[in-house]
Structures are given as structure tokens and as C-alpha cells.
């Protein structure tokens, strides 16, 4: 067992050390940037700084709740209730906020020099 989690962080090492092949490349920011360090926010509870971070994994959180909230209420009172069942709005806003918000985070970047994440502001005029 040890030796399973001595492999594991071994490979975390190694795959958080790599660079984003997107950013890389094309010097902007992919919809999933910003994903890990706002898992972390929400883990200490900093919600401002996960939503800032990347909204998605927030949003995602806040809908993880929703289901579970209505999977508790029906194995509680044995009443279905179907608004706390997903929806396929919920699916499509998700999409949305992924990649709009990776649009605007771009736009901020390059534009306006407002740079949250901190990796791409030395690729601008605002440096």
C-alpha cells in the first residue's frame, strides 16, 4: 500500500509540474485554466477566490449539492421531487459559463491588462 502511494505522488509530481500545452502555445487561457487552484479556494472555503479562479468548478460544486439534496429528500420522505432532478439547462449553463468565461478571462488578459491568474501578463503590452 505504500509503495501504491509513494507511485501516486510520484505521478502528481510529475503531472502538476507540467505546463498547460494550450497556454503554451497560444499564450491565452483554456476554459479548464484556473480549475486546480479553484478546487484548493474551495477547499479552504474561499469561495470568492474560487469563483475568480475558474466559476465553473463552483457552479459545478453548487449543482453536485442540488442532485444530492434531491437524492436525500427522496430516500428520506419517499417523494420524488422533480425539481431537484438535473436538467438539461443545468448542462447547457455549465457549457456556457466554461467557455464564456474563457473568453472574457482572454479579453481582460489582453485588453485591459487584468490578469487574476497572474500567468500570462508578462505576454502583454501591460507589462
Not at 501504491?4 to 505522488?9: A, E, P, Q
Not at 449543482?63 to 428520506?76: T, Y
Not at 438535473?86 to 490578469?115: E, H, T
Amino acid at each position: 500500500m505504500i509503495h501504491i502511494s509513494m507511485k501516486m505522488m510520484t505521478l502528481y509530481k510529475i503531472i502538476r509540474s507540467m505546463p498547460c500545452f494550450f497556454k503554451e502555445v497560444t499564450h491565452f487561457y483554456c476554459p479548464a485554466c484556473g480549475g486546480t487552484r479553484s478546487v484548493i479556494a474551495l477547499l479552504h472555503l474561499d469561495i470568492e477566490r474560487a469563483f475568480l479562479c475558474n466559476p465553473t468548478v463552483v457552479y459545478t460544486g453548487v449543482i453536485f449539492l442540488w442532485c444530492i439534496a434531491g437524492w436525500m429528500v427522496k430516500k428520506l420522505t419517499a417523494r420524488e421531487m422533480k425539481s431537484m432532478k438535473p436538467r438539461l439547462w443545468m448542462l447547457i449553463l455549465g457549457v456556457c459559463i466554461f467557455f464564456g468565461y474563457a473568453v472574457i478571462r482572454n479579453i481582460l488578459v489582453y485588453q485591459f491588462g487584468y490578469d487574476y491568474l497572474g500567468d500570462l501578463i508578462h505576454y502583454t503590452k501591460f507589462n
